[in-house]
């Protein structure tokens, strides 16, 4: 990855909303807006429950439904990864003190923690591409490194893979009992993080499974764009919409009071505190419970909070309106989204291998993704957010295959740009693959407006914006 895209990672993915929040059962399932439930006037503190994503219930979830003559085919599925202790420090304040052990007896608990941990220790024998192999299976500092997954972001991948173990191997038959390592795709980025939510997610779908059947690929890039990364148009459409970004902050006076104030607090230039992203570690603070610091010159408190996480909603916002994230999402998303399809591809055509796909990945990489796919309404990526792609065949006549989205558990697939106006043209139930495939081949270049650009190395490489 580039510098300047490293860069605007960091700056401008910053999260804004999610869908469980561990307060009621009724608003936890949200990733599209539902202005019948929801408050009326954007609320920070929902917005952040929300993100949190705290363990609570098992959730209901709409994986795996289809009309009976139905069979699912393959499953393909991207996870942002659990809960995490920040990536930034607040200057001048001490680390929150969160604890990364796995501890039975601690909460969020799950039926599964110990047996994970467990199996994690045998895990020597398992096949892990280079870097990953010098990473450790599960967190285990009493104070958490920086970025390290928690217990709670352990237990949210516990119960995800339990939750698709009950779908699609129980309910669904997806793997045969004697599964092997070509069934299964597994990918990661080198952070600690992904591979162990990774690793987290699949324990909960293959409880004790063969450390000998798996093989983690490593990814260098937090787009997945493996060997096609290199893209012009797209850092072309990054600085826009990062430039974008910063004309919106300046327009906001009282986010800039709110920072002036923090600083003052931490005695630091507001520049310097700015620069520390400090959302990033309120909102551990807050998912955790912990108190925001203080000095002898006050408190950093809720107020400042909410004013922060209200800008980043009003960013979110704006972005959606302004279509520049679009270009950068469809460019971005293209090659892992073109490595699905092929996969999909083959899978249609009867070959058995890699029918469970995992991607073990950042909010970075959810977030073009659902943007190209056309859910521009979809709620930023929560902690353990999971998005699905189903491919399905039709037993009346099995040489047609059709296509779910789901994300968080709720069937977007009808928000989709490839198949919003389905039900106009057609009176069949599901979206068919075809519709994904030429999306994925063609249309998202037609959707960039790249004139005569039909492939990715064109519309990479064009002169003019």
């Not at 059962?25 to 994503?53: F, G, H, Q």
């Not at 779908?205 to 798996?214: G, Q, R, S, T, Y």
């Not at 807050?286 to 950093?300: D, E, K, L, W, Y």
Request: proline share 6%.
């Amino acid at each position: 990855m580039d510098v300047l895209t490293a860069l605007l990672l960091l700056v401008h993915l910053t999260p804004v909303s999610t869908a469980k929040n561990g307060v009621s059962s009724k608003s936890r399932k949200r990733v599209m807006p539902d202005p019948v439930t929801e408050p009326p006037v954007t609320d920070p503190i929902y917005e952040a429950l929300l993100y949190c994503n705290i363990p609570s219930v098992a959730e209901r979830s709409m994986e795996g439904h289809a009309p009976h003559h139905f069979k699912l085919v393959s499953v393909h599925v991207f996870i942002r990864h659990g809960d995490r202790y920040p990536l930034y420090v607040i200057p001048k304040t001490k680390r929150p003190e969160i604890d990364c052990t796995l501890v039975a007896n601690r909460k969020p608990y799950h039926p599964k923690l110990e047996a994970f941990v467990s199996h994690m220790s045998k895990g020597s024998g398992a096949s892990f591409e280079s870097p990953l192999h010098s990473l450790p299976l599960y967190p285990n500092h009493p104070l958490c490194e920086m970025g390290e997954l928690t217990q709670t972001g352990v237990v949210q991948h516990l119960q995800n893979g339990q939750l698709l173990r009950d779908i699609y191997l129980k309910k669904h038959k997806l793997l045969p009992s004697d599964w092997s390592t070509d069934h299964l795709y597994l990918e990661t980025t080198g952070k600690s993080r992904t591979l162990q939510s990774g690793l987290a997610l699949l324990y909960g779908f293959l409880p004790d499974f063969d450390w000998k059947k798996i093989h983690f690929r490593h990814q260098p890039s937090a787009l997945f764009c493996s060997g096609n990364c290199y893209c012009p148009m797209r850092n072309q459409y990054l600085e826009k919409e990062q430039r974008r970004q910063y004309l919106l902050r300046l327009k906001n006076s009282q986010l800039e009071r709110t920072y002036e104030d923090m600083a003052r607090i931490v005695d630091v230039p507001t520049k310097q505190l700015r620069a520390a992203n400090p959302i990033d570690s309120m909102l551990c603070r807050f998912c955790h419970n912990v108190s925001f610091p203080c000095t002898r010159n006050g408190c950093i408190n809720m107020e400042h909070f909410k004013v922060i996480k209200t800008h980043q909603i009003e960013d979110e916002r704006e972005r959606r309106e302004k279509k520049l994230y679009l270009g950068y999402a469809l460019l971005g998303a293209h090659p892992v989204l073109n490595q699905t399809v092929n996969r999909m591809q083959r899978a249609a055509e009867g070959r058995r291998e890699e029918v469970f796909a995992l991607y073990s990945a950042h909010d970075v990489t959810l977030s073009p993704v659902l943007s190209a796919l056309g859910l521009m309404e979809a709620r930023f990526p929560r902690f353990a957010a999971r998005l699905i792609l189903e491919l399905w065949q039709d037993r009346e006549k099995p040489s047609e295959h059709s296509v779910r989205i789901l994300y968080n558990g709720v069937d977007v697939t009808f928000h989709t740009s490839f198949c919003q106006d389905h039900h106009k043209h057609s009176s069949k139930p599901m979206c068919p693959l075809e519709n994904l495939v030429r999306f994925v081949k063609r249309d998202m270049f037609v959707a960039l407006g790249s004139s005569g650009s039909t492939n990715y190395y064109d519309a990479c490489h064009r002169e003019g914006f």
